[in-house]
Nanobody, 124 residues
Framework: QVQLRESGGGLVQAGGSLRLSCAASGRTRSWYGMGWFRQPPGKERELVAAISSDGLSRYYADSVKGRFTISSDNVNNTLGLQMNNVKLEDTAVFYC?????????????????WGQGTQVTVSS
């Protein structure tokens, strides 16, 4: 059974950087689009960044554009999210997810496999 596991979360000061990783057990990651979501305290889960299975298409939410970079490594079955110049409002639980398709998924319903999440806390 394919599973996703996030790592790299933690406490970071505003303006700093953090890199999240998502490791997929099994060998199916390269056939699907992938995404990073986040859920701030008391708010709904939202799409932060997504990438197509071939890595040629990427999407970023306006709130992170220019600061976050999504990347994929099909050889090692990992997904990354480089977070630079983090802000207080980036505080959230971050989840990686596998899309149902090879293209980018823009909605929660487009994803059918989720990791457990990793907490990112930005301090002032």
């Amino acid at each position: 059974q394919v599973q996703l596991r996030e790592s790299g979360g933690g406490l970071v000061q505003a303006g700093g950087s953090l890199r999240l990783s998502c490791a997929a057990s099994g060998r199916t990651r390269s056939w699907y689009g992938m995404g990073w979501f986040r859920q701030p305290p008391g708010k709904e889960r939202e799409l932060v960044a997504a990438i197509s299975s071939d890595g040629l298409s990427r999407y970023y939410a306006d709130s992170v554009k220019g600061r976050f970079t999504i990347s994929s490594d099909n050889v090692n079955n990992t997904l990354g999210l480089q977070m630079n110049n983090v802000k207080l409002e980036d505080t959230a639980v971050f989840y990686c997810a596998r899309a149902k398709y090879r293209s980018i998924g823009f909605k929660i319903e487009d994803y059918d496999l989720w990791g457990q999440g990793t907490q990112v806390t930005v301090s002032s």
